[in-house]
């Protein structure tokens, strides 16, 4: 793993990730339709790494940071089968932020253990973030009416976490600038520490 090379995936290699790869690595409930990720990526408001080790894929990161947004969105992150359990994850969550020139921060939504299907995989989820050195906001998203997640934010280089209250903002403003108004006011929900609701925009 010492030849490991970051590069943007074209929409054939992305296709080729999303059913080889993100099919297996994510239930249906939580993977986008291919069709959205690939008009995503076509408009300029999402990107995808592939991290490969020689010519071999051996993770992947698909971004969003729509035209105009001062954060990038981390979408989905998985690192390939072989390679998990290695340390390999961690590292290339470490150098993210690296890779994601001019963002103030990287967002992170992981999902709520107490409203998780599988609550022990939740928790390990925000375990892992919170060795990676993402630091939890203390919000919570409701998205689309069902799915809840914490709010998580990654530092850029050389820069200080991102305050809660901006970071919620910044997500928020990502989402108005992917889906319009006034969808993204009807089906994101973002919630103080105190579980009082917040209109950021």
């Given at each position: 793993?010492?030849?490991?090379?970051?590069?943007?995936?074209?929409?054939?290699?992305?296709?080729?990730?999303?059913?080889?790869?993100?099919?297996?690595?994510?239930?249906?409930?939580?993977?986008?339709?291919?069709?959205?990720?690939?008009?995503?990526?076509?408009?300029?408001?999402?990107?995808?790494?592939?991290?490969?080790?020689?010519?071999?894929?051996?993770?992947?990161?698909?971004?969003?940071?729509?035209?105009?947004?001062?954060?990038?969105q981390l979408d989905y992150f998985a690192v390939l089968p072989?390679?998990?359990?290695?340390?390999?994850?961690?590292?290339?969550?470490?150098?993210?932020?690296?890779?994601?020139?001019?963002?103030?921060?990287?967002?992170?939504?992981?999902?709520?253990?107490?409203?998780?299907?599988?609550?022990?995989?939740?928790?390990?989820?925000?375990?892992?973030?919170?060795?990676?050195?993402?630091?939890?906001?203390?919000?919570?998203?409701?998205?689309?009416?069902?799915?809840?997640?914490?709010?998580?934010?990654?530092?850029?280089?050389?820069?200080?976490?991102?305050?809660?209250?901006?970071?919620?903002?910044?997500?928020?403003?990502?989402?108005?600038?992917?889906?319009?108004?006034?969808?993204?006011?009807?089906?994101?929900?973002?919630?103080?520490?105190?579980?009082?609701?917040?209109?950021?925009?």
């Amino acid at each position: 793993m010492n030849t490991l090379t970051w590069r943007l995936l074209t929409a054939e290699e992305l296709t080729r990730v999303y059913l080889n790869e993100m099919r297996r690595d994510f239930p249906p409930t939580e993977l986008k339709p291919l069709s959205m990720v690939l008009n995503s990526e076509a408009v300029g408001d999402s990107h995808t790494w592939g991290v490969y080790d020689g010519e071999t894929l051996v993770a992947y990161l698909l971004m969003v940071r729509p035209r105009g947004a001062t954060v990038s969105q981390l979408d989905y992150f998985a690192v390939l089968p072989a390679c998990r359990a290695s340390g390999l994850g961690a590292k290339l969550l470490a150098a993210l932020p690296g890779k994601e020139a001019g963002a103030d921060a990287i967002l992170i939504e992981a999902e709520l253990p107490e409203k998780a299907d599988d609550p022990a995989m939740a928790v390990r989820r925000l375990g892992f973030y919170a060795r990676c050195g993402a630091v939890d906001t203390g919000w919570t998203e409701k998205l689309f009416g069902a799915s809840w997640f914490r709010v998580l934010t990654l530092a850029a280089p050389g820069q200080q976490p991102m305050g809660a209250e901006d970071a919620c903002r910044a997500l928020a403003d990502c989402y108005r600038r992917v889906i319009g108004e006034p969808k993204w006011r009807q089906y994101i929900e973002l919630y103080r520490p105190d579980g009082t609701t917040a209109q950021l925009l």
